[in-house]
């Protein structure tokens, strides 16, 4: 397959009154179509400058990030960015929630919501498109947040930290839910974390970054394969050796 | 009391008696002092002509009611709500300004907290040499002493909008305007009403001092007319009026928060 996403020699120098911070230095790496990547390091290494770059909300200091052949150069409506936790609106109903993106970009279209009231009922929250998120349980409301990035039809997906605002358990059960319906969905995703086995278990290709200024410190493959049991996964051997490499990698 | 609730029926008791308790206690106070100052009064142990006494104010009342006492609360109550309604709106674009643009908060914040600081009601000769002496003097001074109170407020309210949330629709492409106007104005609908509550209270206080300084009708002038001609009963029915008005216009405010943040909030 084709490359899909090239990112080149990103530099991220941000300037403040205090000084200079170099977070992100030379990271070049590519993506193809539908294939998902995890980015970890250790925290405060510049894992989430580099994915708000590639989102396009951060312009890097040096380097290109090329998508499709297009270069981003400010926030594009290719890229769907989901921040830690849902940021739900309380005020909004499920269905306004999962409508707000596409009401952003006035594309309220006849055919546009009828793909998120698919999505609604394909992913059963239609029953609960009428309640307010309060009284939706975490994992629920994850799966909205979701829909609503999906509903204007990203070509990229980036996960920042997405689920860490949730317990252990809902936080397993929703990576499986993401994962299962970004594949479906034939998405492409990068997500950050720090999170090694959510790395592991839920990515075809895991970065390693070093401490600040990042660079990539290692590359693992994840040999899983696309239908996978996100849960299921975490049993196997191969799992704890991918999670061995991982692990001492960002311990160095 | 024992800590132990076992059934529902228990509880919501134990609620229903607490809550009748307090407003048992609250009516108890009320009546203990106004007897007690009756009682003082009626055997002289206080003087009734400076500190004037229940009865003689609900005569008083009574007296007034069948003159022109309706005219005096119209005219305080009318030139609150006008006072509230422009100092409110006026600060709300204020506010959505100060917002909006960076550089321009930066700017102002000094002067904000020197007008913050400042007594409004040192003002009052300049507001009477400007817009000349009247209800247009009153309701002015109403406006300056809620306005940047309202400003102050809302702008904090503002800046501590969850940033995740803005993000997030920024990431749809939304641009300032849509930030304001998806979240940042919902989100600070609990605030808005926060700042009214205490801006309808001020607006009165406004009028009060502006009908100090000029007027011919409203409680304020009725206060001022009534002390100088030593009248205290009028005086303390007055104020005492001023007590219930003030108390009328919080719980509109207030029953009104309530329906906006059911409607629009759903909290």
Not at chain 2, 51 to 60: D, E, N, Q
Request: hydrophobic fraction near 50%; glycine fraction near 6%.
């Amino acid at each position: 397959m084709s490359v899909f996403l090239s990112v080149e020699n990103i530099n991220l120098t941000y300037q403040t009154p205090e000084g200079e911070t170099q977070a992100v230095k030379d990271v070049s790496f590519t993506v193809r179509e539908g294939e998902f990547i995890s980015i970890v390091g250790p925290s405060g290494c510049g894992k989430s400058s580099l994915l708000s770059c590639i989102a396009g909300v951060t312009l890097p200091t040096k380097g290109r990030i090329m998508l499709e052949g297009r270069r981003i150069n400010g926030i594009s409506n290719d890229a769907g960015y989901m921040l830690q936790s849902d940021n739900l609106m309380p005020w909004r109903n499920i269905y306004k929630n999962a409508v707000l993106g596409l009401e952003i970009q006035k594309k309220l279209t006849d055919e546009n919501i009828s793909y998120v009231r698919e999505l609604l009922k394909k992913y059963g929250l239609w029953e609960f498109r009428n309640s307010y998120p309060a009284s939706l349980s975490g994992g629920m409301r994850q799966r909205v947040a979701l829909i609503r990035t999906l509903a204007v039809r990203p070509r990229l997906l980036l996960l920042d930290e997405a689920f860490s605002a949730l317990d252990y358990q809902t936080r397993v059960n929703v990576g499986r839910d993401v994962y299962n319906i970004l594949r479906s969905e034939k998405q492409t995703m990068i997500m950050v974390t720090h999170d090694i086995p959510e790395a592991v278990s839920m990515s075809d290709r895991v970065i390693v970054l070093s401490q600040r200024p990042a660079v990539i410190a290692k590359t693992v493959e994840i040999p899983f394969g696309a239908q996978r049991d996100t849960v299921a996964v975490r049993n196997t051997q191969q799992y704890r050796d991918c999670y061995d490499i991982v692990w001492k990698e960002m311990s160095m | 009391m024992n800590n132990t609730i076992y059934t529902r029926q228990q509880y919501l008791e134990i609620i229903r008696k607490e809550k009748n308790t307090v407003r048992l206690v609250q009516v108890m106070l009320v009546v203990v002092f106004l007897a007690a100052w009756e009682i003082a009064a009626y055997t002289g142990v206080i003087d009734a002509f400076i500190v004037s006494s229940p009865s003689r104010m609900v005569s008083t009342f009574f007296l007034m009611a069948q003159s022109d006492l309706a005219v005096h609360i119209l005219y305080t109550v009318g030139e609150t709500i006008v006072g509230f309604t422009i100092g409110v709106v006026l600060g709300f674009f204020m506010a959505v300004g100060l917002w909006y643009s960076d550089f321009v908060s930066r700017v102002a914040a000094p002067f904000l907290v020197v007008t913050n600081s400042l007594p409004k009601i040192a003002l009052g000769p300049v507001i009477i040499v400007w817009v000349g002496a009247g209800i247009s003097a009153i309701i002015t001074m109403a406006v300056a002493i809620s306005l940047i109170v309202t400003v102050m407020e809302l702008s904090h309210g503002f800046y501590a909008t969850d940033k995740n949330m803005m993000v997030t629709v920024q990431s749809f492409g939304a641009d300032k305007w849509q930030i304001f106007q998806k979240v940042v104005m919902p989100y600070n609908i609990p605030v808005l009403f926060q700042s009214l509550k205490v801006n309808i209270g001020l607006s009165l206080v406004g009028v009060i001092a502006g009908e100090f300084l000029v007027s011919k009708a409203g409680l304020g002038y009725l206060i001022v007319y009534a002390g100088q001609v030593f009248k205290m009963d009028l005086v303390m029915m007055s104020v005492v009026l001023l007590g219930f008005i003030a108390f009328l216009m919080y719980s509109a405010v207030s029953g009104l928060e309530k329906l906006a943040v059911k409607i629009i909030n759903h909290i």
